[in-house]
């Protein structure tokens, strides 16, 4: 059952990650996070990855999982983080990935490889009413573990004339996946149309 500060204890978690570890985390990434809300307006989707990168090197800080030693393999492919000990080609079961989204349940990638993913669920809060000194705020974390067949293939709206997007994966009824794995959830904020505000009613 969820504790009172958030954290429930019978998600499944990858072995040597534990919620304490989760919580240094999420006050680190909140912390780093609030001299860039400037580029949250500018380009979302380059904060979202901020907030990835932030979230696993938090993980290294502040648990049994370290960055990837090939920089090239954490940048462009799979995984960001390895539980420390675990070989220079860990199993799939020692490999965590950190994501991080706006949205409730979307998990995007570019690839579709087995393993952990560790998601942080974020809202900028400028005027810092659901915390103080915290524009940015983490409202939920989950971890789940993903086979290769939980992936769809989203194909590239690219063209030779320009514009749209590279080809990704999403996580097929990500909603249903997702169900019993935050391992953290803010008890203030609940989701009003698929959006993430305040219990008060009041939009971030």
């Known amino acids: 059952m969820p504790d009172p500060k958030g954290f429930d204890k019978s998600v499944r978690l990858p072995p040597g990650l534990d919620a304490a570890s989760i919580r240094r985390a999420i006050a680190y990434v909140e912390k780093e996070l609030a001299d860039f809300v400037d580029v949250y307006f500018e380009q979302a989707n380059v904060f979202s990855a901020l907030v990835g990168i932030f979230g696993a090197k938090a993980l290294d800080a502040f648990s049994e999982y370290e960055k990837h030693k090939h920089s090239d393999t954490a940048q462009q492919r799979f995984p960001d983080l390895c539980r420390r000990g675990s070989g220079t080609r860990p199993r799939p079961e020692h490999c965590l990935e950190s994501k991080a989204s706006k949205r409730p349940w979307a ?16 809202l900028v809060d400028p005027t810092e009413t659901i915390e103080p000194n915290r524009p940015v705020v983490i409202w939920r974390v989950d971890v789940v573990f993903l086979e290769k067949s939980d992936w769809k293939y989203e194909g590239s709206s690219a063209g030779l004339s320009g514009g749209g997007r590279t080809h ?37």
């Open 107 to 122: 998990i995007q990638s570019h690839y579709d490889h087995p393993g952990w993913y560790i998601v942080w669920r974020y």
């Open 168 to 204: 990704t994966f999403g996580v097929r009824n990500a909603a249903k996946k997702l169900k019993g794995c935050a391992v953290y959830a803010r008890r203030d904020i609940v989701l009003r149309s698929s959006k993430p505000v305040p219990r008060n009613g009041h939009e971030a």
